[in-house]
């Protein structure tokens, strides 16, 4: 009689497979008819089920319109001549008269409205100005504003994301607000790494964790509030899982991006919310082209003593000309040898490696994820298409994911770095959804929760593929 049930639940469970087998194969077929009409894969796309984002900076993920109603609801001021957002003070009030009037003024001003969206955002970006520049000078034009609203922020990246079919997000942020690199400062650079540790740790070091948990609380607090979390009104945005990674400020001085990285360490091994560590500003400013080895050495110094902090690093943000070819040949290499990376940010110079190729292969035998994202790369390093190392990852079997890095600047979408992919890569349905499978299976969060993620996105992909079946026309 077992027998005879197990042999019934075998056959049951075939059938159930070849019709997920057939609705995958019919969602296939209507990607692929629909892969060379821009405006009917865009919407498809925009329904098919993506993962997580693992490459996402929290203060590049919002668009520059709420920077500037928040602006104003603090009443800050606009500095017109660089359209930057201010602080007023006794001596530098918001004044009209002297260039600096309310950031209200935008609207009630829609060309001057306009270019502050423009200045802050690569939005009508001037094809004269560097590409490179408008990025990154952009951050410094809402500062003020950003990080006074990382509650709202948090509120407006997971709505978005559960409207494009997200189910998780790793968000790149400073945690502490500022205490490691506070703290760095008053130590002073050691090069006996020992006690630079040993002096930081002597140095009210716990603050780092209490001022990181009561921040994500209110953080957490904030957007719940915002979304209606708990209530019958709640936005679809209260079901996207969030977790943190501690951004290292690369550019800085030694001590402060020791002790940045030492608190990334700490928080992702006492903080459950923050699950890893990554180096972020320009890889090719001077600073952190000078100081890349050291930091190599910080960190190979510090991970046996954080055993269970994960670490991925932005490695390869370069093109042939920003830096001298020298700096191309090992960025990536080192930071999995040395760093320790279980995931490389961008990766786009791959191929001006030593020995690309080999490469290739170690990042595959590692299984170390590549998180790609396009727009940035196009936007910050004039990198797309053919000259995108994209199709030789995946020819390579290297694990890779679609990530959005910094949508908000990018004026770009979780939906649109797909269609990027598709229509400058020639990316299939099966290859897309192996790519949203990564972005779960390299997740960081813990087991449980990456178990009912990958649970989660595989019925999502099942009632996906059912309806795109459904709606593949007769033969």
Known sequence: MRRLAAVVVIFFSAQILGA??????????????????????????????????LHNHLSGAIYAESYLRWAADDKLCLVVATLTLAQPTPQAPCDVATGRPPAAIVFQNSTLYNQAIDAMSMRNWPPGVNGHDHFFQAFARFGAVSSAHAGEMLADVTSTAAAEHVSYLELMLTPDGGVATRLGQSAGWNSDLRQMRATLLASGWGDVLAQTRQRLDGFEARRREMLKCGTAAADAGCLVTVRYIAQVARASAPEEVFAQIMAGFDLATNEPRVVGLNLVQPEDDPGAVRDFALHMNVIDFLRPLYPNAHISLHAGELSDGMVPPGVLRFHIRESVRKGHAERIGHGTAAMQEDNPYALMRELAAKKVLVEIALSSNDMILGVKGARHPLRTYLQYGVPVALATDDYGVARSSHTLEYLKAVQEHGLDYLTLKRMVRNSIEYAFADAPTKARLRQGLENAFHQFEQQQSAAVPAR
């Open 20 to 53: 997920v087998d057939a609705n995958e194969a019919a969602t296939a077929r209507r990607f692929a008819a629909i892969r060379n009409q821009p405006l009917a894969l865009e919407a498809f796309l925009r329904e098919m089920p993506k993962g997580g984002d």
